[in-house]
Structures are given as C-alpha cells and as structure tokens.
C-alpha cells in the first residue's frame, strides 16, 4: 500500500512563496505526493478574497499527477504554519524565503521563526532556486548531540529519490571537540547505512566553515542541504548561521529541523522511533 506524501506550501502572494509552490510541485511528482496551499489572515474580512487568489493560483499550476487543495486560516503566521501542518499530517514544509534586512540579521528571520514553532521539517527556497531531482544531499553535523535529528528527514527525501548522502563536519584542534563531532558522525552514518542509503563522511576546516561548507557544496553538486536549526541555544547552527545558508549563493534549497523540540531525552532516541 503507498502511502501518499502531503506537501504545505504557505503562500503570500509573492513571487517568492509561488516558486516555493514550483519546487513543491516537481517535488511531488516524484513520490505521488499531493499539496495543500496555506494561506494565513489576520481577520474574517480578507477570506473571501483569499479564498479566490489561492484557488486562481492552484488552478494556474494544476497538474493531472499531483493533486493541490487550498485552506485559508485565521491566526498568526509565524506561530501557526507549524500547528496546521501538523495536525493534518504533513511530512513536509516548502516554504519560500524572502532576503533578510540587517535588523531580521540581528533579530532573526520570520522564516527561521516558522521552524522554531513547527514539529514539521521545513524546506527553505530562494526566488531563484529551481527544482533538480534531489541526487545528492549534504547533511551539516555539529558538536550537539541533537545535530542529528534531522538526519531521520533527510533519508525519507533521500528514500523517495534515492540520493547519496554526504555527511559534513567541522575539523577542530580541540581534541574533545573533535571525539564529539566524530560520534555525532558515526551514529548518522550508521542510521543512513541501516537504512540503505550511500554515504560519505567528510570534514572541513572550521575556520570560514560557512564558505567552505558551500563551496563543498559546490563540488558534490548538492541539490539540498541539511542543517538542524536551534534558536536559543549557543551551537555553531545558531539562527544567523542557518538563515545564512538559506540565503547561499547557489540557491540550493535548505531543509531545516528546530533540534530543540528534541533535545530532552535520552541520545539519539530518534533513532528507534
């Protein structure tokens, strides 16, 4: 029995969130995956035309294989998209994200808001990113025991299009640092390898990591990349770093999981979930 893979896009009407929508669509041709547009108001008076400008939209990119349905809420966006996508069953967020001003640098983005309230993994696309069937994925791992939570997202994106996984961390002179990111590296390794997919483990310098890390991407020719994303707590995947990669310069889209919704528990319990 397939079991169907269900798409949200959250859609402001900018050319941003509806190429977000394109990315969604080649997405799920691949895995008969279906979409549901969301679009988040702020008062009853706005749904009629809501309403209407999300279903012009769905019907200006409909498609015989992939089915596309349209919910317009009221709420709040950037604590709600995460709440709708999870009580009805999404396996994953695309959304689009719009370039950050100094002050979202320094305060966050309202992107990296979203994934701070979702329990959904999230993509995260430029205006400019296109769709290319997902071939290799570079997944970032870091020092935090909860860097690899989002290890179990990637290989279901990996499963549906049968990508090499290239596994990346930080090469430290710090002798307990580097026993840390080593750890961290096996046990994603082996959760990747136990569930057939390839894998090759890879170090960069830690000094300019962000350049080096998407010049890596660079050379593996990286269709996605992967980073778990905490908002409170000191890491090397802070807020600033995370919104940094989505808005690298090879527009590859970034897929995006809040580590701390799971940082309580016993390590690495993710993996026999």
Not at 48 to 64: G, H, M, S, V, W
């Amino acid at each position: 029995m397939t079991t169907t893979f269900h798409y949200l896009v959250p859609i402001d009407f900018t050319p941003v969130t509806e190429n977000a929508l394109v990315f969604a669509l080649d997405a799920a041709k691949y895995n008969k995956g279906d979409i549901v547009l969301l679009h988040i108001i702020a008062h009853s008076k706005e749904r009629i035309a809501a309403e209407k400008n999300l279903r012009d939209l769905a019907a200006k990119y409909q498609n015989p294989d992939v089915k596309i349905s349209t919910r317009v809420v009221i709420g709040k966006v950037l604590r709600d998209i995460g709440i709708i996508a999870d009580s009805i069953g999404i396996e994953l967020i695309i959304m689009g994200t719009h370039s950050t001003s100094i002050w979202q640098k320094i305060f966050g983005s309202p992107a990296l808001s979203v994934v701070s309230n979702s329990n959904v993994p999230i993509i995260l696309t430029q205006e400019d990113t296109s769709f290319h069937k997902i071939k290799s994925i570079v997944m970032t791992v870091d020092l935090a025991r909860e860097s690899v939570q989002v290890v179990k997202y990637a290989s279901k994106i990996a499963k549906v299009f049968n990508s090499k996984m290239y596994l990346v961390g930080q090469r430290y002179s710090d002798e307990g640092f580097m026993q840390k990111i080593e750890v961290n590296l096996h046990v994603a390794n082996g959760y990747l390898l136990d569930h057939g997919l390839a894998t090759t483990i890879h170090l960069l310098d830690s000094n300019n990591f962000e350049k080096n890390l998407i010049e890596y991407c660079r050379e593996v020719n990286a269709d996605l990349l992967a980073a778990t994303h905490y908002q409170d707590m000191f890491s090397l995947f802070s807020t600033n770093l995370v919104q940094s990669l989505a808005e690298n310069e090879l527009a590859i889209p970034v897929m995006t999981f809040d580590g701390e919704d799971t940082s309580s528990g016993a390590q690495f319990g993710f993996i026999t979930q």
